[in-house]
Nanobody, 122 residues
Framework: QVQLVESGGGLVQAGGSLRVSCVVS????????MAWFRQAPGKDHELVAA????????YYDDSVKGRFTISRDNDKGMVYLQMNSLKSEDTAVYYC???????????????WGQGTQVTVSS
């Protein structure tokens, strides 16, 4: 059974930092692109960052470039999102997801976690 479990969300003041983590089990982790999506109230899922299975190739949405960093530990089956200089508009539920290819589209990601809430107070 494939499981993706996020942790590390919470409440932080604007300008602060937070790291969310995702542990993956039941999946050949090294063979999957991992991504972080977020969903704000009333909005669709938005791709925040993705990291290729090799690890050296990353993608960031323009809204988070220079502030967020995605990383992975293939030995531990973990993916992380370090978020710095947080803004109120970063408030959302953050989901990790896995894709066997290299996609920026939500519907291509087959496996999803349950999400973790990140709230940035201004």
């Amino acid at each position: 059974q494939v499981q993706l479990v996020e942790s590390g969300g919470g409440l932080v003041q604007a300008g602060g930092s937070l790291r969310v983590s995702c542990v993956v089990s039941g999946l050949a982790f090294r063979g999957y692109t991992m991504a972080w999506f977020r969903q704000a109230p009333g909005k669709d899922h938005e791709l925040v960052a993705a990291i290729h299975r090799v690890g050296g190739v990353t993608y960031y949405d323009d809204s988070v470039k220079g502030r967020f960093t995605i990383s992975r530990d293939n030995d531990k089956g973990m993916v992380y999102l370090q978020m710095n200089s947080l803004k109120s508009e970063d408030t959302a539920v953050y989901y990790c997801a896995a894709d066997a290819g290299w996609s920026h589209f939500k519907d291509d990601y087959r496996y999803w976690g349950q999400g973790t809430q990140v709230t940035v107070s201004s």
